[in-house]
């Protein structure tokens, strides 16, 4: 069964940073490529940050580049967003997804909200 947990969201001020994490099971970790995507209100669910298996390449929206990482440890089977400068425009509903068997896989989410 794939389990995807998301944790470390928050209320920060602008300017501040906050590290997101997701622990997975139920699958192959280190053979899965791992996303970040979030959802503000009224607006569609967009693709923030990507990872992929072997080489570990990563992705990013143009809205989060140069401020967003994306991580992951297999060891720990746990993918990490590291956001920093973050804005009120990223507060939103953020998860963790993947794609196994051809079937997506959604975490509950972890609010995160950027204010003063």
């Known amino acids: 069964q794939v389990q995807l947990v998301e944790s470390g969201g928050g209320l920060v001020q602008p300017g501040g940073s906050l590290r997101l994490s997701c622990a997975a099971s139920?699958?192959?970790?280190?053979?899965?490529?791992m996303s970040w995507y979030r959802q503000a209100p009224g607006k569609e669910r967009e693709l923030v940050a990507i990872i992929t298996t072997l080489s570990g390449s990563t992705n990013y929206a143009d809205s989060v580049k140069g401020r967003f990482t994306i991580s992951r440890d297999n060891a720990k089977n746990t993918v990490y967003l590291q956001m920093n400068s973050l804005k009120p425009e990223d507060t939103a509903l953020y998860y963790c997804?993947?794609?196994?068997w051809g079937i997506g896989y959604w975490g509950q989410g972890t609010q995160v909200t950027v204010s003063s």
């Open positions: 997804y993947t794609k196994k």
């Open positions: 139920g699958f192959t970790f280190s053979s899965s490529a």
